[in-house]
Structures are given as structure tokens and as C-alpha cells.
């Protein structure tokens, strides 16, 4: 469903991505841990084309590019109406209410009718827990809350794959949970779902596939289980054991 092969990034003289290689099955979780400077989020904003790999090839459900070979805008667009993408800060328009924030992706880019998918939002905005919150503005919003709009925003675009860049990073511990939930109910959807976290708790319960990223690489990957418990990477063992202390 999503496949990455030989994928390469730099930025100037410093090479961020060495020869990713990824396949990514439909209604799977993959969970991308690893210190900062890994290149996790590097490799999640590749996979929307938000950064342009250096070469590789990036697939998803057979609209594929060719990185070495002159990129087009439209192949770009293709693969971008296919991802959905959350990121560390809310990124909310702060002129506009959740249920605008959640109109304005099908409205303003994929020009659909705004009646037709008033309803869509509304029902999204319901299922991350927010449909009493439909009138609300960004600042009347705490950041757990803001995060969920974030993600019905995404998901209203329908995307197949959707990508969260430590979603809860910049969250209270307290409000952490909240958008958690929101997550582990899209992956018992079916969701297909590429997540960067430190969350390990969670990463354990959703994940179907960890991988442990260091340098540009990725040096494990595996069942939650077998990584966090059975790690046979000498860089992963220590980076767990860190987290453990």
C-alpha cells in the first residue's frame, strides 16, 4: 500500500536519510522511534513530500515517484491528496472556528461543496470528542483539545495514510491521553497510520511494527515486543534503557 525504496535526503553537505527502505501494508501502525536528529521526522515529511528526498522511490497505491528523476507538481499532488498529516504544534487558523478549521481542507482544496461536507465535519469533530466544541475558536480550545480538531482536519481530507509527528509533544501531560485515545480509536479503525513518538506505553499497545531509527538508518524494526523487549540493536538497547531510568 505504501512502499519507500533507497530513500536518500540531504540537506547541503549533511546527508539526513541514508537508504530508507519501508513497506507499509493497508491498516497497519507503524510506531518510528529514536533520539532527536535520527531522522524521524525527516522520513515522515518525506513520505508527504513536505521535504523532497535527494533519490528513492516513494509509492503509494501504485502512484509512485522516482526521486532521481525530475518531480512533477501533479505527482506531488497525487501523493499529498493520499496523506493526512498531524503535526507537533496545532497549526489551526486562529480566525477560524474547529468546524472551519475541519471545512477549509475539502472546501478550499478539494472544492467540494461546502454543504455537502458540513455534515462530514460535524460527525468528525463528534468522533474526536469535540461536537459540543463545533463553534469554538483555537484560543477557547486547550492544546489537547486543539490537537483534535488538528486530526479531524486531516481526516477529513479522507486520506489513506494518515502521519503524526509527535502529536502529543507539545501537550500538558495531563492532556496527552486525550489524543492518544483519539489514535488508538482510528487504528482499531483500520486506520493506516505512520506515527513518531516518544510515548512507549503507546506504542506498545497500537503499534504492529516498531522501528528504531538512529543516523539516518533504521537499525531495528520488529513487533513491539521483540524491540522493547528483546532488542538485539545495541543503539536501541540503550536509547530504551535511557527512557527507562
Do not use: W
Not at 512502499?3 to 535526503?9: A, C, E, P, Q, Y
Not at 477549509?104 to 461536507?117: A, H, I, L, S
Not at 463553534?135 to 486547550?142: A, F, H, R
Not at 492518544?180 to 506498545?204: C, D, P, S, W, Y
Request: aromatic fraction near 6%; charge should be negative; hydrophobic fraction near 40%.
Amino acid at each position: 500500500m505504501l512502499s519507500i525504496k533507497d530513500l536518500h535526503i540531504n540537506f547541503g553537505t549533511l546527508e539526513v536519510l541514508k537508504g530508507i527502505d519501508l513497506n507499509i501494508a493497508k491498516g497497519k501502525v507503524i510506531v518510528v522511534i529514536g533520539p532527536s536528529g535520527s531522522g524521524k521526522t525527516t522520513l515522515l515529511r518525506c513520505l508527504n513530500i513536505l521535504e523532497t528526498p535527494s533519490k528513492g522511490v516513494l509509492e503509494i497505491n501504485n502512484q509512485s515517484i522516482d526521486f532521481s528523476q525530475k518531480v512533477l507538481r501533479k505527482d506531488i499532488s497525487a501523493i499529498r491528496r493520499q496523506t493526512g498529516m498531524v503535526f507537533q504544534t496545532y497549526n489551526l487558523f486562529p480566525h477560524l472556528t474547529a468546524l472551519e478549521n475541519v471545512l477549509e481542507g475539502p472546501v478550499t482544496v478539494q472544492k467540494r461543496n461546502k454543504r455537502d461536507v458540513h455534515p462530514e465535519a460535524v460527525e468528525l469533530l463528534r468522533k474526536v470528542g469535540l461536537g459540543d466544541k463545533v463553534d469554538y475558536y483555537p484560543y477557547q480550545l486547550s492544546g489537547g483539545q486543539q490537537q483534535r480538531v488538528g486530526i479531524a482536519r486531516a481526516l477529513a481530507m479522507n486520506p489513506e495514510v494518515m502521519l503524526f509527528d509527535e502529536p502529543t509533544s507539545s501537550l500538558d501531560p495531563e492532556l496527552v491521553g486525550e489524543v492518544l485515545q483519539v489514535m488508538k480509536q482510528l487504528a482499531q479503525e483500520g486506520m493506516t497510520m505512520v506515527i513518531v513518538t516518544h510515548e512507549m506505553n503507546f506504542a506498545r499497545e497500537v503499534a504492529d511494527e516498531v522501528l528504531f531509527m538512529d543516523g539516518g538508518h533504521i537499525l531495528e524494526r520488529g513487533h513491539p515486543e521483540e524491540v522493547f523487549s528483546y532488542s538485539k540493536n545495541e543503539r536501541a538497547r540503550q536509547f530504551l534503557n535511557l527512557l527507562n531510568e
